[in-house]
């Protein structure tokens, strides 16, 4: 079982902390909380004891020994992640400067484990340069991370930067962190990836489509993001994901992504292709809708250019493309049409899956790949969430055998 220490600093955000440990607690994670004594003031160790299962620690726990052992060394040594949210403007000043005059801090100079850190506090406090000071002095430590304020309305009606990001950003950066330990192999990388189902419109209403949410390449991008990556991400599909090195292009149809594609590719050290980009197209393309009467009984069609096989044509020698295959059929039909793929298109490496189970069909929660890679290495995944299969991807695409360079 995976183990998730959370700490909580006194402000309003804390209440959102309250759906992070009842989340991780449902998922079978162990999480236990500490709360300062001004986060106790907003939300109760009861609270967050009643949600995790298990107690939640406060500054009167401190000096009460655990199994004859100090707690806040029993609790460092228990986490396999440590999480803070909200981070005060306080507890930020005593993180910068290694203070230790509670429970919490205490706990966290003697832990040894990835730390994110969640901060929620007023625009004008958190633009204040001595706090931004000690927030990139913190930030120095590469034990931490950053899970950075978003904009939006505060809870003290201001306007700007300073919210605590929500939980589900949260949530899964904890998933990525116990997954890859807070690993950072990605640092330097430029990472490109499309996502989601184009559409070939018809006339301005009407289009030619497929299921496509564009889960799974948005949980590639995010991993890779986890992973200290420079992402770009090319997105059919809607998406919440935020982050100082992401960068999100918008597009509907097939061009429109290969435009923006080949915009960025030069740049990109590793391009993963998970769209699902049309095959074909309407010849007819009206830009205002057609009455039912006009609509042509049969639609003239013509065929798409393939992106991730134009790509490929115009790589470097340093740069890495993969592909999906999303298939039908036996296993054995989809890791044959897969390996066509590969071949036919000059990936190096592509990511074959079915898509005609109730598990890893189109707009699923969980996925299962298998890797190949155009030495003939393959690797096949267990039934996952998307955002660990994206980081069993970069798993494959890093090891040495496939990838000599790194």
């Known amino acids: 079982m995976n183990n998730v220490l959370i700490g909580v600093s006194g402000g309003i ?36 004891a009643t949600l995790s299962r298990q107690p939640a620690y406060t500054d009167a726990d401190f000096w009460q020994p655990s199994n004859g052992r100090p707690l806040h060394i029993e609790l460092a040594e228990w986490a396999d992640v440590f999480l803070l949210a909200p981070v005060t403007a306080n507890t930020l000043a005593k993180l910068a400067y290694g203070m230790a005059d509670n429970l919490l801090t205490n706990t966290v100079l003697a832990s040894s484990c990835p730390i994110l850190l969640a901060p929620a506090m007023n625009t004008t406090m958190w633009q204040q340069p001595s706090v931004q000071d000690n927030w990139h002095r913190t930030l120095q430590d590469p034990r931490y991370t950053a899970i950075a304020p978003a904009d939006g309305i505060l809870a003290c009606d201001a306007v700007g930067t300073g919210r605590m990001a929500e939980p589900a950003l949260i949530l899964g950066y904890l998933e990525s962190f116990l997954f890859t330990q807070g690993k950072q192999d990605l640092q330097g990388k430029t990472v490109l990836v499309n996502a989601g189902g184009t559409r070939e419109f018809i006339d301005s209403v009407r289009f030619i489509g497929n299921p496509s949410t564009g889960k799974q390449g948005i949980a590639i991008a995010q991993a890779a993001l986890h992973r200290g990556a420079k992402v770009t991400l090319v997105t059919a599909a809607n998406t919440q994901l935020f982050h100082s090195n992401l960068k999100v292009i918008r597009v509907q149809t097939a061009a429109e992504m290969h435009a923006a594609m080949l915009e960025v590719f030069p740049l990109a050290d590793i391009t993963i292709a998970a769209a699902a980009v ?28 393939d992106i991730v096989a134009d790509l490929s044509t115009r790589k470097c020698k340093d740069q890495i493309v993969v592909g999906f295959a999303a298939q039908t059929g036996t296993k054995m039909e989809v890791f044959a049409a897969a390996q066509d793929k590969l071949q036919r298109k000059g990936l190096d490496a592509i990511a074959a899956n079915t898509v005609n189970t109730m598990q ?22 267990p039934l996952c969430s998307k955002l660990e299969l994206g980081h069993r991807l970069f798993d494959f695409l890093l090891d040495n055998k496939s990838n000599p360079k790194q």
């Open 278 to 305: 049309g095959d074909v197209r309407s010849q007819l393309q009206s830009t205002s809708k057609l009455p039912k009467s006009e609509l042509p009984l049969n639609l003239a069609l013509e065929y798409i250019p």
């Open 13 to 48: 955000a804390a209440y959102k902390v309250c759906e992070v440990v009842s989340s991780l607690a449902k998922s079978s994670i162990a999480v236990k909380v500490i709360l300062t004594k001004s986060a106790a003031e907003f939300v109760t160790p009861l609270t967050f």
């Open 360 to 381: 890893t069909g189109f707009g699923t929660e969980t996925n299962q790949a298998t890797f190949i890679d155009k030495n003939g290495r393959t690797q096949s995944t």
